[in-house]
Structure formats: C-alpha cells, structure tokens
C-alpha cells in the first residue's frame, strides 16, 4: 500500500494527494510536519533527510520532493503526462516553473497574511512579495490566455495540479489583487475535477 507522509495542510502533501485521487489508487496518509508531529527526528529523517513532508513510501521505497513524486506517479499509471515528447517536455517545464519560480515570491506575503507568522509583518516587504508573485500570475495568465484548456495543452497533466493548488493560494490571500480572467476561468475548470475538490480547499497553509 503506498503511503504519504506529511500533513494536508501543506500544500506540497496536498499535490500528491490530489494526483493519487486523480489515479485512483488506495493510499494511506500519515500526519508528519509541525505542529503535528516534528519531521526532523531520526525516524522521518531516514526517509528524507530534509525534514520536509511529503514523503511516498512504498515497501522499502521512499521518495520526497512532491514535484518528483508527481513524475513517478505519472510514470508508473501512464497517464496524467503526455506520451508526446514536446508536449511532455512542455507540462515538465510548467511542473518546474511552479517550483522555482512561482513558488519563491509568495513565500513573505504568504507568512505574513496566511500563517500570521511572527516577525513578518513589514508592509513593504509584503507589497514587494506580492508584487513579485504578480509578475509570475501574468506569466501564467498570459499561457492560459491562449485558451488551449489546461496549462500544457487540451489534456490535464500533473502540471495542472500544481498550478491549481498555487492559483487556489493566490485566490485565498487576503490582499489587494489583480483580477486574471484566464486564471480564474482555469481555476473553476479544475475546481470541477472531483478529486481537485477534495485538495483545492481553505486547508492552508
Ligand atoms: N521542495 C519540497 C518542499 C517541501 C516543504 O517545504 N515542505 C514543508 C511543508 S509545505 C515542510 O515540510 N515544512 C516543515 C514541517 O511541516 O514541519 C517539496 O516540494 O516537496
């Protein structure tokens, strides 16, 4: 039975949840991360030694990094990533994109207003992160804008998932915002998947 380690209200843990239900399979999941349970103890640090949730586990086989771990479920039902190689090559790129790029402006604007995290609360530094996180949106908005479906082309991919969950993050924080149509078009697109409602919820952060 494979196995996912790390709470639902990450949003990297909710990635593979998302993908498991997409596929089908049966799974069980364990809530490892603070403030559940530390996930820098020897136990969990065996399995990753980052510390960080989620972890796959399946018999003697342990994966982190959720994005990889998306690949390998992908690769291992053969769907949810395409066949063709420029159109695979294209969802891996957004899959990245959303890991190095979207993913690190948010990261003071989304302590500050989501987590309500002491020590981030300068005004400046939290327009200047949404600022940046915007910059990203138009990027991702403009893709979108092309009206080819999901973000990769007409089929669903793992990529959807990962930028469905980070727009579900944009649409939640409390904060001035510029409005995306294609965006939001997308977002209520993947809202209708039955297992995209089950993760793209106010399980934040
Ligand atoms: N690049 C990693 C990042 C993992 C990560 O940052 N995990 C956070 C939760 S979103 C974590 O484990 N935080 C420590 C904790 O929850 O105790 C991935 O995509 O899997």
Redo the contacts with the bound molecule.
């Keep these: 039975m494979l196995k996912v380690l790390?709470?639902v209200t990450?949003?990297?843990?909710r990635?593979v949840l998302w993908a498991l239900d997409e596929l089908g399979l049966e799974y069980e999941q364990e809530d490892?991360?603070?403030p559940l349970r530390?996930?820098?103890v020897p136990e969990f640090l065996a399995l990753n030694p980052?510390?960080?949730?989620?972890v796959l586990v399946e018999n003697n086989f342990a994966l982190?990094?959720?994005?990889a771990?998306l690949i390998y479920l992908a690769e291992r039902e053969s769907i949810l990533l395409p066949d063709q190689l420029e159109e695979r090559a294209v969802a891996l790129q957004w899959l990245g994109w959303q890991?190095s790029e979207l993913n690190v402006p948010w990261g003071y604007a989304v302590m500050a207003l989501i987590r309500k995290a002491p020590g981030f609360d300068d005004p400046a530094k939290i327009t200047e992160s949404m600022g940046k996180w915007s910059a990203k949106m138009e990027i991702l908005e403009a893709q979108l804008a092309r009206g080819e479906g999901f973000i990769a082309g007409s089929e669903f991919t793992i990529a959807d998932i990962v930028l469905g969950l980070s727009i579900h993050r944009w649409m939640e924080i409390p904060a001035e915002k510029q409005e995306f149509p294609a965006i939001r078009r997308y977002y209520e697109v993947l809202k209708a998947r039955p297992a995209a409602a089950r993760w793209m919820t106010a399980q934040t952060?």
Excluded at 10 to 13: A, E, G, K, P
Excluded at 50 to 54: D, F, H, L, T
């Design positions: 790390g709470r990450s949003i990297n843990v990635k490892w991360g603070l530390d996930p820098k980052n510390g960080q949730v989620p982190w990094e959720s994005n771990i890991a952060p």
